[in-house]
């Protein structure tokens, strides 16, 4: 029983570019949460969707950040124009519905 | 506005004693309270959580106990093991509120056993 997917696990880019995270969350679980965690603190939320709705957003920069959950594939998170402050390790998470959330191995972005 | 808060950064603690890790929250909305452990470069790792309606609640060497009035939470592990050393965050979310679902963290504690 496969656990969360998140690819890339490491993704170099440099200013400017844009950046697509992947996550496949566990079988049979339609909920799947981003979090952002920069360097020496706590996770951070940033969005919460369900197949095709974004339910909340309130954690997601207003600009340059958007993510989705197709009714078929993985769920992306996507960064354009890239800035040093991006750098961060972003984990997605996923729950069969409000309980508990179970997370993914992360992937570590960093901005050059 | 940190409304999850580890006030440790650190604990360390002698293999075989109990470890005893704190939060404090501030939001009275929060009703779910969890636990995860955090190795270097891996996502977090579900431990234990615990709803509000309950004071205590135990998984073999965790537990997890509640006390709403004074808005803080503990995890125990007894006995600790070399194993346990990772970083640990308590986590809360307001679950019985449609849309709310999403976790706040505290800074997380990290824990070192010492052999």
Same mark, same amino acid.
């Given at each position: 029983?496969?656990?969360?997917?998140?690819?890339?696990?490491?993704?170099?880019?440099?200013?400017?570019?844009?950046?697509?995270?992947?996550?496949?969350?566990?079988?049979?679980?339609?909920?799947?949460?981003?979090?952002?965690q920069l360097p020496e603190e706590g996770l951070k939320f940033m969005v919460y969707l369900q197949k095709e709705n974004i339910i909340d957003e309130s954690g997601m920069p207003k600009e340059r950040f958007s993510a989705e959950f197709p009714k078929e594939g993985p769920s992306i998170l996507r960064i354009q124009q890239v800035v040093r402050g991006d750098s961060a390790a972003y984990f997605c998470a996923s729950s069969r519905n409000t309980d508990t959330q179970y997370f993914g191995p992360g992937t570590r972005l960093t901005v050059l | 506005d940190q409304q999850v808060k580890q006030n440790s950064p650190s604990l360390s603690v002698q293999e075989?004693?109990?470890s005893i890790l704190n939060c404090d929250y501030t939001n009275s909305m929060?009703?779910? #309270?969890?636990?995860?452990?955090?190795?270097? $470069?891996?996502?977090?790792?579900?431990? @234990?959580?615990? +709803?509000?309606?309950? =004071?205590?609640?135990?998984?073999?060497? #965790?537990?997890?106990?509640?006390?709403?009035? $004074?808005?803080?939470?503990?995890?125990? @592990?007894?006995? +600790?093991?070399?194993? =346990?050393?990772?970083?640990?965050?308590?986590?809360?979310s307001a679950r019985?509120?449609?849309?709310?679902?999403?976790?706040?963290?505290?800074?997380?504690?990290?824990?070192t056993i010492i052999p």
């Open positions: 029983n496969a656990g969360v997917m998140q690819n890339p696990r490491h993704l170099v880019r440099r200013r400017g570019q844009e950046a697509r995270l992947r996550c496949s969350p566990m079988k049979g679980h339609s909920h799947v949460y981003w979090y952002r | 075989g004693r109990i929060f009703d779910y #309270f969890l636990w995860y452990k955090k190795y270097p $470069a891996e996502g977090p790792t579900f431990l @234990i959580s615990i +709803s509000s309606i309950k =004071d205590k609640n135990e998984d073999g060497r #965790f537990t997890v106990f509640l006390n709403k009035s $004074a808005k803080h939470l503990s995890l125990h @592990i007894v006995p +600790s093991q070399p194993g =346990d050393s990772a970083v640990y965050f308590c986590a809360a019985s509120s449609f849309g709310n679902e999403k976790l706040t963290f505290g800074t997380g504690t990290r824990l």
